[in-house]
């Protein structure tokens, strides 16, 4: 089983993107992600913006994790 985290970008690279986890950033690559902007939401899995998603889905998906693991 593969898990996607949501993120947010808080700044662009050339194909890549500073993204906030919550307690962690990390550089990770953006380069098949169309009109990635900061502030916009991406599903990541293994290093990699699989996809834009919306806030709320992406906050919806943060309260879930939240409620099965502490470290979120």
Do not use: Q, W
């Not at 662009?12 to 550089?27: H, M, N």
């Not at 690559?29 to 834009?52: P, S």
């Amino acid at each position: 089983m593969c898990v996607a985290i949501p993120a947010k970008v808080i700044e662009l690279y050339e194909g890549e993107s500073l993204v906030d986890f919550g307690k962690i950033k990390k550089r990770i690559n953006t380069f098949f992600i169309e009109d990635i902007k900061v502030g916009d939401y991406v599903l990541v899995h293994a290093g990699c913006a699989m996809e834009k998603i919306s806030e709320e889905y992406a906050k919806e998906t943060l309260e879930i994790f939240k409620m099965i693991c502490k470290e979120f």
